[in-house]
């Protein structure tokens, strides 16, 4: 079974502080991908990326960055905290294009900005 | 503009019987339509899916059917149980998904007994 964890399942951070989330995946998959969820609007997609290196903006890029330094782990990280960043960040990974569209989900983390 | 749209923020279905959720969606370019279920505070998880080639996919109580010219989508779940409560997010995908997924808002599903 593909296997995608993430560091914590829940985080309290303050205005301004910088945070990281960190996602990792055991299946060897290319593509990866951060979303948040939030009530009544569903799960949106941040920043994803095709492989090691890279990294493309999602729908709502603003106020995150990533980095993907290793094929398995892709971090997402809040400069500088804000309020309406807490959320439920979801990472989630598949395989290449053509091979399976069907995404992958860890556990997601419970982030809240005081 | 919202792309894909679950216009039915909670359902509640009696135990046994069919529950449908739909989905519309506006780009024409979508080419793979998904169902995700998700518990509270879970991950979503993968449950069916259908390629804009077809009409229907069906897995077990699960069957997805697909209208391509009025841009929506059903899931049936028949005989609906307790365990199905959860949130059913809709999503679609453009040339393999590679570029993400957009969800939908979600519906509730609430599994009466």
């Known amino acids: 079974d593909v296997k995608v964890t993430q560091s914590s399942r829940y985080l309290v951070k303050r205005t301004g502080e910088k945070v990281f989330l960190e996602c990792v995946q055991d299946m060897d998959h290319e593509n990866m991908f951060w979303y948040r969820q939030d009530p009544g609007l569903g799960l949106r997609l941040i920043y994803f990326?095709?492989?090691?290196?890279?990294?493309e903006k999602g729908d709502i890029p603003e106020g995150y960055s990533v980095s993907r330094e290793k094929k398995e782990r892709f971090s997402l990280i809040l400069e500088s905290a804000s309020t309406n960043q807490t959320s439920m960040y979801l990472c989630?990974?598949?395989?290449?294009?053509?091979?399976?569209?069907?995404?992958?989900f860890g556990p997601g983390t419970r982030l809240t900005v005081t | 503009d919202q792309q894909v749209k679950q216009n039915s923020p909670s359902l509640s279905v009696q135990e046994g019987r069919i529950s449908i959720l739909n989905c519309d969606y506006t780009n024409s370019m979508f080419d793979y339509f998904l169902w995700y279920k998700k518990y509270p505070a879970e991950g979503p998880t993968f449950l069916i899916s259908?390629?804009?080639?077809?009409d229907k996919n069906e897995d077990g109580r699960f069957t997805v059917f697909l209208n391509k010219s009025a841009k929506h989508l059903s899931l049936h779940i028949v005989p609906s149980q307790p365990g199905d409560s959860a949130v059913y997010f809709c999503a679609a995908s453009v040339g393999g998904g590679a570029d993400g997924l957009t969800f939908g808002k979600g519906t509730h599903l609430i599994i009466q007994p």
């Open positions: 989630a990974s598949s395989p290449p294009r053509a091979a399976s569209y069907e995404q992958y």
């Open positions: 990326s095709y492989d090691v290196k890279m990294k």
């Open positions: 259908i390629s804009s080639i077809k």
